[in-house]
């Protein structure tokens, strides 16, 4: 509730200029000594200002005056401001303290003497409050009482800021001489600091002095024992008297760590004598160590110089075996069992060799003896150089040998076998040489080729081979061309069987070339009716493009024959393109001889075929979306019929001042009274009242038969070709939600009536007529049924300031935890568990958030304690029974 302005000395914000004040002179409180503030409409300065004023003394020679009662603690001035600070700033204040940052209130006037009584702008920089008024109390207005007053007032503040200004003087000269006195005792105390300052310094330079001799004949000793510490067996009778003189010399001048000097000698000395034990200990042992190393050394040197002999000698032995082989092949002729029993004596003394060798080298491997640099072991190492030199030797000879014997017992088991080749040879040519002269002639040609080789010779093969290998002269072919003659027999023979191979390809080719005939003729066939396919499915695309622009127009019962029609060429197109996908698979059953030349031949056919089945599913898809817009309008369209009958049937209740059971009651005619038949609910909307306002255009909004039957089948939810009487009376009945607590009276007039009971928020009533007014109370009023316990009676759809205490609602609940629908409204027994069973295999689960349309009100079922309401799921259409409140008190459905 407070303003601000700059001080004085405060640079302001800049403020555009003001205009000249107008001349007109202004209404002022006059001199008076008490003045009164009231009106201003502002709710934070109006309390602030207002109330009795007296006067206080002046400011910028104009009269000041403040506030009897205190604000908040704050004293409440009302002041001249002249303009040392600027125009901005001049003008009467309202305030807490003269000249202060904080205001309230503003009169920019330099005319007045006194106070103005009006053009106060509340806040200060706010619009003009005509309210606020300022005038002179009765009896205070004598201009001489009031300067006498002022004169009072300013005397005694004179006075008072003498008294004020002479005391402030007197503290000022007691601080002055107690900071004198202050400075001298400091001046003192720093004089002694200082003089003490130099003393301890020089103190402490002759101790650092003599601390540091000490530190240098402590480092010098420390120096000389550390050498002791790093001594070695040979020069530790050196260092140590070395260390003695030292000690003696340096002793006595370590003054204050003579003793921790002499501590770490003793102590040190102590190691030293311990770390020459053990060096002593351990040379002994590294001598031990050497005997030992050099002993097995020796030893590995000489089973190495067995190892490696036997190896030579394997070797050598493996050498003369290759040799032996290669004398024999040159000096005479060997028989195979010869050159087999030779070679099984080279590969005996092949692998001789190599165990031997890898005797040696297992040696080697193992051989730790030699590591090391010790001098003593010097002829050993050599000796063991020696003896791998031999090694690399021995194994140079093994492997020649072994190289070369692999070539030489191949080229002799080659020569072996040639040689009995030629002994069967000659042998074959003896026998059929049947005259002996030694050629064969033309006739014994002819019986070895059809006795040996089971071929029978033509006769100018024999010419051919006759003139070939026979010498001019001859009679027939020599023994030293037997082997030729068996090659051009061999050469004859063949040519024959690729006559006969050639004869049998040409004849298998004419008859692949036959099968190739019938496969075009089938692709052909094929092809053609994926021409016929493609043709259909342009057709249907042609039929159906675009669906949804061609729906838009459409009624739903359009849409679905139309749809209907699209599907069922559809159908028959896709049975077609299967089919050939089937033929297409038929045709490529064929010998993997042809399968290759097929596929270059269906593969075009097979494209266009492949071609097709995304064209068909995008039609599919088409036209899914299409009944997926059928059925969003069906549900439209049958919304919208719905409406109008519910308008139409509440219409005559309205009319006939009737009551929604006894509606039902004229509709029902089937079961008792407890369903309707399509007769009588056709012949109902026939003859029923129209409503001329439905429409809003003062029409009679009237319902098709065909609207009214499509109408009658979606409310026949049993499919029992009958409307059951809750389904009719939950589209008859209104039912209302309350949305704040009201309360239900006997009487229309709330003057004239009694409380029933209260309407608590969030229950469900049922208008049982149209709204009324109450014109005493002024308020609308609606006679209801409260669908808890039945209660009727009236109650205020609106209060007269507004308020809504009713609002359409209570046929719509939302699942606010999950449960399960059932048919029956008991849950325990026998025929609930088979009439749950009956609705589905598995109970329909009612999803959390999933909207119901209430069917039969809720009740208690007695023996479990739960509230039960017949409901209908909006989503699939399910009708059921579901639990709305558990007997616990936990929530499943909620009224929305």
């Not at 007032?153 to 004179?158: E, F, H, N």
């Not at 006739?443 to 010419?463: G, H, N, R, V």
């Not at 896709?574 to 596929?599: C, G, H, M, T």
């Not at 979306?625 to 059925?631: A, E, G, P, Q, Y």
């Amino acid at each position: 509730g407070a303003y601000g302005r700059p001080g004085v000395g405060i640079r302001p914000p800049p403020v555009p200029p003001r205009p000249p004040a107008a001349v007109t002179p202004e209404a002022e409180v006059g001199h008076a000594a008490q003045i009164c503030v009231s009106g201003c409409t502002h709710s934070n300065v109006g309390p602030i200002v207002r109330g009795d004023y007296n006067i206080a003394g002046s400011n910028h020679n104009k009269p000041a005056y403040k506030k009897e009662q205190k604000v908040s603690g704050l004293d409440v001035m009302l002041y001249y401001w002249d303009d040392r600070d600027g125009v901005a700033f001049c003008g009467w204040w309202f305030g807490p303290k003269i000249g202060g940052d904080q205001v309230w209130a503003y009169q920019p006037t330099r005319a007045t003497e006194t106070p103005p009584q009006s053009g106060w702008k509340v806040p200060y920089d706010g619009p003009v409050d005509l309210s606020l008024c300022v005038t002179a109390k009765a009896g205070s207005t004598s201009t001489a009482a009031m300067q006498a007053a002022v004169r009072q007032l300013d005397a005694q503040a004179r006075s008072q800021q003498i008294a004020e200004m002479k005391k402030a003087a007197e503290e000022q000269k007691r601080k002055l001489e107690e900071a004198r006195v202050k400075a001298e005792e400091n001046r003192k105390k720093l004089e002694e600091a200082n003089k003490k300052r130099i003393e301890d310094e020089k103190r402490r330079l002759e101790e650092s002095k003599k601390k540091a001799e000490e530190q240098k004949s402590a480092f010098a000793i420390r120096q000389a024992f550390q050498k002791m510490k790093l001594a070695t067996l040979e020069n530790f009778d050196k260092i140590h008297e070395e260390v003695a003189k030292v000690m003696q010399q340096e002793l006595e001048k370590c003054g204050s760590l003579k003793a921790t000097i002499q501590a770490e000698h003793d102590k040190g000395w102590e190691q030293v004598k311990l770390r020459m034990e053990q060096l002593q200990a351990a040379k002994q042992k590294l001598q031990e160590q050497k005997k030992v190393a050099k002993e097995r050394a020796e030893a590995f040197v000489e089973e190495l110089e067995a190892a490696v002999a036997s190896a030579e000698a394997a070797a050598s032995v493996l050498k003369e075996a290759v040799d032996s082989l290669t004398e024999a092949q040159e000096k005479e002729k060997l028989k195979p069992d010869q050159v087999n029993d030779m070679i099984f004596s080279i590969d005996t003394a092949t692998q001789e060799a190599n165990d031997a060798y890898q005797v040696c080298t297992q040696l080697m491997r193992k051989n730790d003896a030699m590591k090391g640099t010790d001098p003593e072991l010097k002829d050993l190492r050599e000796q063991n150089s020696r003896l791998m030199q031999r090694m690399a030797a021995c194994s140079m000879m093994k492997d020649t040998a072994i190289k070369s014997s692999s070539s030489i017992k191949t080229e002799a088991l080659k020569k072996a076998k040639a040689k009995v080749q030629l002994d069967k040879d000659l042998a074959l040519f003896s026998k059929y040489d049947s005259n002996k002269d030694g050629v064969l002639e033309k006739k014994e040609i002819s019986t070895l080729a059809k006795k040996e080789y089971s071929f029978t010779m033509p006769d100018s093969a024999l010419t051919t081979i006759l003139k070939a290998l026979v010498e001019d002269g001859a009679k027939g072919v020599k023994r030293e061309k037997f082997q030729s003659l068996k090659i051009q027999i061999g050469i004859a023979r063949e040519r024959a069987k690729d006559l006969q191979r050639r004869k049998r390809r040409e004849a298998h080719e004419k008859e692949i070339e036959n099968v190739k005939d019938g496969l075009r003729t089938q692709v052909e066939e094929v092809s053609q009716r994926v021409k016929e396919a493609e043709e259909s499915v342009a057709k249907v695309e042609e039929d159906g493009r675009p669906l949804h622009a061609k729906g838009k127009d459409m009624k739903a019962v359009q849409m679905q024959s139309f749809a209907d029609e699209i599907e069922l060429q559809l159908k028959a197109v896709k049975e077609l393109v299967e089919n050939i996908k089937k033929d297409l698979a038929k045709v490529k059953e064929v010998d993997s001889e042809v399968a290759a030349w097929l596929l270059n031949e269906v593969r075009p056919v097979e494209m266009r075929h492949a071609k097709l089945e995304p064209r068909l599913t995008m039609l599919s898809s088409a036209c899914s979306r299409f009944r997926d817009t059928m059925k969003s309008k069906d549900r439209a369209e049958l919304l919208a019929v719905e409406q109008t009958a519910t308008d139409l049937l509440r219409h005559h209740l309205k009319r006939n001042s009737l009551r929604s059971d006894e509606l039902c009651a004229t509709l029902c005619d089937m079961e008792d009274g407890q369903a309707t038949s399509e007769a009588s609910f056709l012949k109902f909307f026939e003859t029923a009242a129209k409503d001329p306002e439905a429409n809003g255009d003062g029409e009679e909004t009237a319902l098709k038969e065909e609207e009214l039957k499509r109408l009658f089948k979606h409310w026949d939810e049993e499919a029992e070709g009958s409307v059951n009487r809750e389904t009719l009376l939950s589209h008859i009945r209104k039912l209302m939600k309350v949305v704040k607590t009201a309360a239900l009276t006997d009487e229309l007039s709330i003057k004239a009536s009694k409380s029933i009971r209260r309407l608590s928020e969030g229950e469900v009533v049922e208008a049982l007529g149209v709204e009324e007014k109450d014109e005493d109370a002024d308020l609308v009023r609606l006679k209801v049924k409260a669908m808890t316990d039945g209660a009727e009676g009236w109650v205020s759809v609106s209060g007269n300031q507004g308020t809504l205490f009713l609002k359409d609602g209570g046929h719509l609940f939302k699942v606010v935890k999950e449960t399960i629908l059932t048919e029956s409204f008991a849950l325990d027994g026998q025929s609930a568990k088979e009439a749950t069973r009956s609705l589905r295999d598995e109970p329909r689960k009612l999803k959390t958030n999933e909207l119901v349309q209430v069917r039969s009100w809720m009740k208690k079922e007695e023996k479990s304690g739960l509230m039960r309401m017949k409901c209908r799921a909006i989503s699939d259409g399910a009708i059921g029974w579901a639990t709305v409140v558990g007997n616990a008190g936990t929530v499943y459905l909620q009224v929305t």
